[in-house]
C-alpha cells in the first residue's frame, strides 16, 4: 500500500509540474511578444529587486530584448540619485526598497565597470543612471510566473528561466 502511495504521488508532482511549466511557458511566451513590440531607442527597461542589506539595484534590459538578457545591477548615483532612495533600516522611517518589483524607464550607461557586492559575493556591473520613470507599478512576474520570491537571498535569476527548448516540448 505505502508503495502505491508513493507511486500516485509521484505521478502527481510530475503532472503539476508539467502543467506548471506549460503555464509558465504560455505566460513568458505572451510577454515575450509585448516586449518585441517595444519602442527602440536609448533607455533601458529597469525592475527593481530589493533585498535588505544588499546594494544592488535590479534588473535592467534593453527594449526589446527579453528578460533572459537582463543583468543585475549596482546604481552609480553619481549624476541622479536612484528611484526610492530614503532612509534605510534600521531606521524608524525607513522607505528604501519600498518599490521592489516596479517597473521603470531607465536612462543612463550600462558601464563596463564593476562592483562588489558584498553581501550576495557578486561582482556586477555598474549602471551609471541619469533619469527614470515609472512604467509600471504591478508588472507581475519578473522572469517566469511560478517564480518564488525571498527577501532572504537572490531567488529570481535569469537563469532560472525556462528553456526554450523545452517550453516546445511542453504544449
Not at 533607455?43 to 528578460?67: A, D, H, L, N, Q
Not at 504591478?138 to 532572504?152: A, C, I, Q, T
Request: aromatic share 12%; proline share 8%; glycine share 6%.
Amino acid at each position: 500500500m505505502f508503495k502505491k502511495l508513493i507511486l500516485f504521488t509521484g505521478a502527481c508532482l510530475a503532472l503539476c509540474q508539467c502543467n506548471t511549466l506549460r503555464t509558465d511557458c504560455e505566460a513568458i511566451a505572451k510577454r515575450e511578444a509585448e516586449i518585441a513590440q517595444e519602442e527602440p531607442g536609448n533607455y533601458y527597461i529597469g525592475r527593481r529587486y530589493y533585498i535588505p542589506y544588499t546594494r544592488f539595484w535590479g534588473y535592467v534590459r534593453e527594449p526589446g530584448k527579453s528578460w533572459r538578457t537582463a543583468k543585475l545591477v549596482i546604481m552609480d548615483e553619481s549624476q541622479c540619485r536612484q528611484p526610492d532612495r530614503g532612509p534605510e533600516e534600521p531606521l524608524a522611517n525607513a522607505t528604501y526598497g519600498k518599490d521592489h518589483n516596479v517597473e521603470y524607464i531607465i536612462r543612463g550607461t550600462l558601464t563596463t565597470e564593476e562592483a562588489y557586492e558584498p553581501n550576495t559575493n557578486q561582482v556586477l556591473p555598474l549602471f551609471r543612471l541619469t533619469g527614470y520613470e515609472v512604467r509600471n507599478r504591478k508588472p507581475g512576474f519578473l522572469f517566469y510566473p511560478s517564480e518564488r520570491y525571498s527577501d532572504k537571498m537572490l531567488s529570481l535569476q535569469p537563469k532560472f528561466m525556462p528553456d526554450p527548448a523545452k517550453c516546445a516540448g511542453a504544449r
